[in-house]
């Protein structure tokens, strides 16, 4: 399909928003409650970018928005008669396993299950068919899939959870609310439909704070972010996480951040401007709640190979030593260049306005970020050399990682859900599937906070 000025949807493609549904919403009982009264609003607004394809024609200008359906899932297959022995080593194969950090992390005490999911829009896997024609269909009706939602959460106990391209956020509230768990949403603008929602367990946290990010009040399309300061409630974590010694422990803050960056890979400026404005917003928010760590997830549509995974590990990023095209390694992946490259990119004031905000050559951030998968060694068969998942999107055009989670120097994973082998999910032939993971981009932080104010934690990735 062509690719439009703002590397949107094509007109012919482009799906539309219902009128009656509000952009920003708190669960019912949480609207007085918890909105604090410093809030802010930044509106963003961001091209719709996901995952990034193995193989983009170069000679073309179409580019398919692909959508992270990630590849965690663990499921049990039915047993069939005659091939009891088979259907129970599939089954075993196809459980996703645990990975254990090799940091002590005994002296660590409160815990919370941090879960992130692109949850595959309703209307974009309708819209995009061509990227699902392998997928049954009964694996991408919406009421399947919202089961497998709860099944997992059931099974893993999240604390918060990180949504993605959320286009039946009624529903969700309305399921999540009985498993004990209030959400904010924030839609994107123009004229899609989906957008980032956030939800916290109710007995386990208080929301402080909350505030969204509408890129196109920045010049940077319909994406946007979402910012929220959350309290433990040490004593009722306690309880249910394991910790010690919680009452001569004060409540503790910190940020979690949400997120859905733009998928066209021609514009690195827009990309890059607004993971700026991003973590701009969560140091913000860290300093002025007293210097509190932060959690940020979401799908980056950026590989770990690319010079945008640079700019967060790093926190420094020269622009012009990076095409505009490659800033997130979506084209060509194989073929980047890494970050060795001595050549000098031409950018337009215009992109390097729009990238940096100042019309500077040079990005810098101030968190000190990690990855939470990169933090916990796992396998060749599911890890590349960064220690990222090799995978957390599968469709027909596309098998690679644009999901993360990132935490500051605060946190301590302690251990992480591993995705599932490339071999296993090849057999899939793309996501969602009948698993309860399906089109899903879930990590799983438990961190644990001491008097130091250091966390760790626990990290269910999903592919």
């Known amino acids: 399909m062509g690719r439009t000025g703002d590397g949107g949807y094509p007109p ?5 928003r219902s ?3 509000k952009r920003s ?35 073309s200008t179409s580019y398919t928005h692909t959508y992270a359906t990630s590849s965690i899932y663990s499921y049990n297959r039915r047993k069939e008669k005659g091939h009891k022995g088979k259907s129970k080593r599939t089954s075993a194969e196809d459980k996703r396993k645990w990975v254990y950090s090799t940091h002590n992390v005994s002296p660590y005490q409160d815990r919370v299950v941090f879960m992130s999911y692109n949850i595959l829009g309703v209307k974009n896997a309708a819209d995009h068919e061509d990227l699902y024609h392998n997928v049954a269909p009964k694996y991408l009706d919406w009421d399947y899939r919202k089961r497998l939602i709860r099944k997992e959460i059931r099974e893993y106990n999240p604390g918060i959870m990180c949504f993605q391209e959320v286009d039946c956020y009624d ?63 040490v004593k009722n974590s306690s309880k249910d ?18 997120i859905h960056v733009l998928f066209n890979p021609n514009r690195g400026d827009i990309k890059l401007g607004q993971v700026r404005l991003f973590l701009e917003s969560a140091q913000r928010l860290s300093l002025e709640w007293g210097d509190i760590p932060v959690v940020l997830a979401g799908d980056l549509n950026s590989m770990p190979q690319s010079a945008m995974y640079q700019f967060l590990t790093s926190s420094k990023l020269d622009i012009q030593m990076h095409e505009r095209k490659q800033i997130s390694g979506q084209i060509y992946p194989s073929q980047n260049r890494s970050f060795k490259s001595s050549l000098i990119y031409r950018w337009s004031d215009e992109e390097l306005r729009l990238a940096t905000g100042t019309g500077a050559s040079h990005l810098i951030h101030q968190l000190q970020l990690s990855s939470a998968y990169a933090g916990v060694p796992g396998s060749s068969g599911t890890r590349d050399n960064s220690g990222e998942p090799l995978v957390t999107s599968y469709h027909s055009k596309f098998m690679g990682t644009v999901d993360y989670i990132w935490h500051t120097t605060e946190f301590v994973p302690v251990r992480v859900l591993d995705t599932l082998p490339i071999d296993i999910l090849r057999r899939t032939r793309g996501l969602p599937s009948k698993g309860p993971l399906t089109c899903l981009c879930h990590f799983k932080i438990s961190a644990t906070f001491r008097e130091e104010n250091v966390w760790s934690g626990d990290i269910i990735s999903h592919d």
């Open 12 to 16: 012919a493609e482009k799906p539309s």
């Open 19 to 21: 009128s009656d549904s």
């Open 25 to 59: 919403r708190t669960s019912q009982h949480d609207v007085g409650q918890h909105r604090s009264k410093k809030k802010q609003r930044v509106t963003i607004r961001q091209t719709e970018t996901k995952s990034e394809t193995l193989t983009l024609n170069q000679n």
């Open 171 to 233: 529903d969700l509230d309305y399921l999540l609310k009985k498993e004990g768990f209030k959400g904010v949403y924030q839609a994107r603008t123009g004229d899609t439909c989906d957008g980032c929602a956030i939800f916290w367990k109710r007995e386990l946290f208080d929301l402080l704070h909350e505030e969204s990010i509408e890129f196109q009040k920045f010049d940077l399309r319909n994406n946007v972010c979402q910012l929220c300061v959350f309290k433990m409630n």
């Open 241 to 258: 996480m394991g910790a010690s010694n919680s009452e001569s422990i004060s409540s503790r803050s910190f940020v979690v951040g949400n």
